[in-house]
DNA sequence: CTACAACTTAGAGCCAACTCTAAGTCAAGT
DNA sequence: ACTTGACTTAGAGTTGGCTCTAAGTTGTAG
């Protein structure tokens, strides 16, 4: 698909798309005979792997050594395995904490809504 | 207490108090006899609270118009309610979404713990 | 054959949130 | 009296992640 379709399906800017291109998150993405990018169904699904990373706080650099590591095939499992286990550890951590931060509002929220019954 | 000691009870550096005072989320700072700012106790409770808003992913723009509101008195304290409300709801959908991306990372971490072992 | 939309590139611009620099003031210690 | 170091200011610079511009090429419809 093209630029366009790939950008809608995956809810990029088209700008966007070939920023990560340009910085190394995109590749092998083949050209049809007049230069244009031609995306593939495997290339949506990376992208919706990179926005799950992007997501849960990693930033494109850590991203990009993801990538890196993803295309030199399978002899890198174990250091991938590694990096997505420590993300995933500080996903959780990050979950427990917003946790916490979300009681907090609650309860400042019930002090507000005391104040008003009073007013 | 002076802007150093300030910084580190907040664990934010100097420039960025500075920057907070000068964007309006810090008002009210006074000033000793030769024109340094000195802190209360009650400035790190509020600093607290403005990480808090900003750990859960308020812009620093809207927690200026939350200090705005508490800057103008009791009066506003439905308004305040109302926005810490907002902000709770999206915290507890982020949670949500956080969960889901965790679990996912994990079913990734899994298949390539698969992978590893038949190497 | 020409208009027009969609693509291409390199590089500039933007935004949030800091982070730092330069030049100056001031208080405390020797 | 002088050095040192912490503070002050306005404003410039940085970083991450886009977002856009300008100039050019290509494919399709009238």
Redesign the interface.
């Known amino acids: 698909m093209n630029i366009k379709k790939f950008s809608e399906a995956t809810k990029l800017t088209a700008y966007t798309v070939r920023y990560y291109e340009k910085m190394g998150l995109l590749k092998n993405i083949s050209r049809n005979s007049s230069g244009h990018r031609w995306f593939t169904e495997q290339d949506i699904v990376w992208v919706a792997f990179i926005k799950?990373l992007k997501?849960?706080g990693m930033p494109l650099e850590g991203i990009l050594k993801y990538a890196e590591l993803r295309e030199q095939g399978?002899s890198t499992?174990?250091q991938?395995?590694k990096m997505?286990?420590d993300?995933?550890l500080k996903?959780?951590e990050?979950?427990t904490?917003?946790?916490l931060?979300?009681k907090?509002?609650?309860q400042?929220?019930t002090y507000?809504?005391d104040?008003?019954k009073v007013?």
Chains 1, 2 share one sequence.
């Open positions: 799950r997501d849960t399978i499992s174990e991938r395995m997505l286990q993300h995933a996903l959780e990050n979950i904490e917003q946790q931060n979300l907090k509002l609650q400042k929220i507000y809504s104040v008003i007013q």
